[in-house]
């Protein structure tokens, strides 16, 4: 079974260190997402259709709502994985342009060589995290320095639109698909039937699938278990109520089926996020 050891939140998203042993279902993430290996097994990922490798020289790199999973080979040792999920406004603070960090096309590739920078901060961050998980701000200063040096070796930064306006006529797509988008994210406990809110759009359900998943990334049904997997993870760590009621909340009858979604999704359970989450309070 997957172990959480650090979770850190803040204004820079999160970082995770997961001991890992068991598959992730296909997932996606409205962050800058970037995997990196600390010790144990070598592993691979799947980015899309491809399958990439994540082992000490390489790391692996998610664009922001681009379906990904984690493929684990039960013959293969645990490997522990430095995940980062990276908000895009936290990094425009270092350059404007890196606000296109959740758009599609951030970074190049989904695998690249790391360099041997990003190697040592990769352990000092993990080795850090673990010694002291309650100096936040000492580890924000290590994931600023990671952060870059990634950027700067696996995206093509230099070419990105240098200001917000462009950034944001870059990322504009069908209105109807965002009106859409919205209802589904301001009410995540709502059941998605595709039928339905293609109707809503006025589409076809052919049409609507199509524009929905050209527009944001990730089809109807995927969009939604984002939406309902970051309202889980914020509820999870900053309110004081039971996993079964953050689990009605966001539309889910029995409570094993949350603990079970939560876990396909993240690796552990709701309550052993929790639990290591506030190591860093």
């Not at 040592?120 to 990671?146: I, K, V």
């Amino acid at each position: 079974m997957s172990t959480a050891l650090r979770i850190a939140h803040g204004g820079f998203g999160r970082v995770a260190l997961l001991d890992m042993d068991a598959s992730l279902v296909r997932h996606a993430h409205p962050h800058c997402h970037v995997l990196l290996k600390v010790e144990g097994a070598d592993t691979q990922f799947l980015v899309g259709d491809t399958v990439v490798p994540l082992n000490d020289m390489s790391a692996v790199m998610v664009d922001g709502w681009q379906p990904h999973a984690y493929v684990h080979d039960a013959a293969r040792p645990r490997t522990l994985i430095l995940a980062l999920y990276i908000e895009p406004q936290w990094l425009k603070a270092f350059r404007p342009a890196w606000a296109a960090s959740g758009a599609p096309g951030f970074f190049a590739k989904p695998c690249g060589e790391i360099s041997p920078r990003i190697r040592q901060l990769t352990r000092d961050l993990a080795t850090d995290m673990m010694a002291r998980p309650d100096c936040r701000r000492e580890h924000e200063a290590l994931l600023s320095d990671l952060m870059i040096a990634v950027i700067e070796r696996f995206t093509p930064w230099r070419s990105f639109p240098s200001s917000v306006r462009a950034i944001n006529a870059a990322r504009r797509f069908d209105w109807r698909i965002r009106r859409v988008a919205e209802k589904i994210r301001t009410d995540v406990s709502r059941n998605v039937d595709v039928a339905v809110l293609a109707r809503e759009a006025g589409l076809s359900r052919a049409h609507f699938f199509r524009l929905f998943e050209s527009s944001i990334g990730v089809p109807p049904r995927v969009y939604l278990n984002v939406m309902r997997l970051e309202g889980a993870v914020e509820a999870v760590v900053n309110d004081n109520i039971n996993v079964a009621e953050i689990g009605t909340r966001l539309g889910f009858d029995v409570p094993a089926h949350f603990t079970r979604f939560f876990r396909n999704h993240t690796g552990v359970s709701p309550r052993e996020f929790r639990a290591v989450s506030r190591l860093a309070s």
